[in-house]
């Protein structure tokens, strides 16, 4: 916050005291002052202007600094408001505090010590905390979340305008309320032991339930204030459309995956039959060729039908992960690829939080499309990389242009496009994403981020 941007209206019952102090403030502290004779010049000044602080004197004799504060509090209860007296005895003090003033500073150490350098300071503070709580508060009150602030026995300090709404009473009305009284008693009690924990604790508790029909993640935040004591920030937040969205996505995997295997059961019957028939032929010499396409053909199929299977059971949500070694998965996944003279380098293990099952099957899909898409033997590396693990090759490369996660995409005929869809399906049901860069010795680095480790 520039100083600049401070505006502060200087009281006193001296002319010249205010005037200097205005002055002083202006010149050499960058905050625009303006000077008043008296509690009254005061009010005037403030009904025709905007000022962000005010620097009273306490002794006038037409209105002393605590009788301006109470009427300045009449019309702006937060103003904040600066007192000077030349007296400095604890009575004294405790009024101030007890009037609301935001700060206590003794007259004679600013004109005599010439202190007007901490003056500025404490202008500033109490102007910046303003500022603060006003963007908070305005935060709060636009916030689509519903906010309000409890204490530990569950009675309401403040709602903003979408819980008041939830609640169905206006937010006057609403203060002063225990939650027992005004929502649902079981998640009201619910609210409750989670604040307790909250303030026992001193740490952000959250809960995730749902109240007539609707979803909601609520948020209990220990705060402190010097009015209320210990309480706890509530915000609740309507997750309804999200758990709908995840229920319908599991309904269509699931139907994805009954659809999957339902296909690829009655295409396997007719394809088995294909094939054994194909094996019975007494294959001449002008038939070689076509049988010879014909069993490609059905190979393929084969491999198509195998791949949709995986493709819809990996789109799942990953929902009991455990830790599992990468140095394990992808040794393992490898020996499932025909790999020929191709090698495979782990640089580096960790532990990871994964389905080991479906994670081999990413490892696989990766070895598989480094093989199938170079004519020579490649040395395929796995090692651990920024937030998560890349498999890298050092082929040909990809054509980084090109979408290789998407559904049937294939640069050789050998292929069936699923592979790297696979692969994408699988990160995506952890949570993770993977992204395509060219290795160091140019070939393609799959690099897999977002991983839960152990570590």
């Known amino acids: 916050m520039a100083r600049g941007d401070i ?3 200087v009281v006193d019952d001296s002319e010249f005291f205010a005037r200097m102090t205005a002055e002083t403030l202006t010149e050499e502290h960058d905050i625009e002052a303006v000077a008043v004779n008296g509690g009254d010049a005061a009010l005037d000044a403030m009904a025709d202007n905007h000022f962000d602080c005010i620097v009273s004197d306490y002794e006038m004799p037409d209105m002393d600094g605590l009788e301006l504060l109470a009427t300045v509090r009449e019309s702006n209860p937060t103003l904040p408001f600066i007192l000077l007296t030349g007296r400095g005895d604890e009575e004294t003090a405790s009024e101030a505090i007890a009037a609301g003033v935001a700060d206590y500073l003794l007259k004679l150490e600013v004109v005599e010590d010439k202190q007007y350098g901490r003056l500025a300071n404490r202008i500033e503070s109490v102007v910046e905390q303003e500022r603060t709580r006003k ?34 009473a206006p937010a006057d009305e609403l203060v002063g309320e225990r939650l027992t009284d005004v929502m ?36 209990f935040v220990p705060v402190e204030s010097h009015l209320d004591g210990h309480t706890v920030q509530l915000v609740s937040r309507d997750v309804t459309d999200r758990v709908e969205r995840e229920r319908e996505l599991k309904r269509q995997n699931e139907r994805l ?15 088995n039959v294909a094939q054994s028939a194909i094996e019975l032929l007494d294959v001449s010499d002008e038939s070689a060729d076509l049988v010879a396409k014909a069993e490609r053909s059905l190979d393929r199929m084969s491999e198509i039908i195998e791949d949709v299977l995986t493709l819809a059971r990996e789109g799942r949500t990953v929902d009991d992960p455990e830790a599992v070694s990468i140095e394990t998965l992808a040794t393992d996944a490898w020996a499932w690829v025909e790999t020929g003279e191709s090698a495979l380098v782990v640089e580096d293990d960790v532990e990871i939080v994964a389905d080991a099952t479906r994670v081999q099957d990413l490892f696989a899909n990766l070895f598989r499309n480094a093989v199938e898409h170079n004519e020579a033997p490649v040395t395929v590396e796995v090692g ?21 996660f998407e559904m049937g995409h294939s640069s050789t005929n050998e292929g069936t496009g699923i592979g790297l869809a696979i692969v994408s399906q ?30």
Do not use: C
């Open 135 to 168: 963007k908070f508060e305005s935060l709060v009150e636009n916030s689509p979340d519903g906010i309000a602030q409890v204490t530990g026995d569950g009675v309401l300090l403040s709602v903003n305008p979408v819980m008041a709404d939830r609640l169905g």
């Open 184 to 219: 649902d008693t079981e998640a009201a009690r619910r609210r409750i032991a989670s604040v307790r924990s909250a303030l026992d604790s001193g740490a952000t508790e959250k809960q995730e339930d749902a109240i007539d029909g609707r979803h909601y993640q609520t948020q």
């Open 426 to 455: 699988v990160a995506q049901a952890h949570g993770w994403s993977v992204g395509l860069t060219e290795s160091a010795d140019g070939g393609a680095r799959f690099a897999v981020r977002g991983v839960e480790t152990t570590a």
């Open 384 to 404: 651990v990389g920024d937030d998560g693990f890349y498999v890298a090759d050092d082929g040909v490369g990809v054509d980084g242009d090109a979408d290789v």
């Open 257 to 271: 995956e009954e659809f999957a295997s339902v296909v690829s059961h009655d295409l396997r019957n007719p394809l």
């Open 7 to 9: 505006r502060a209206l």
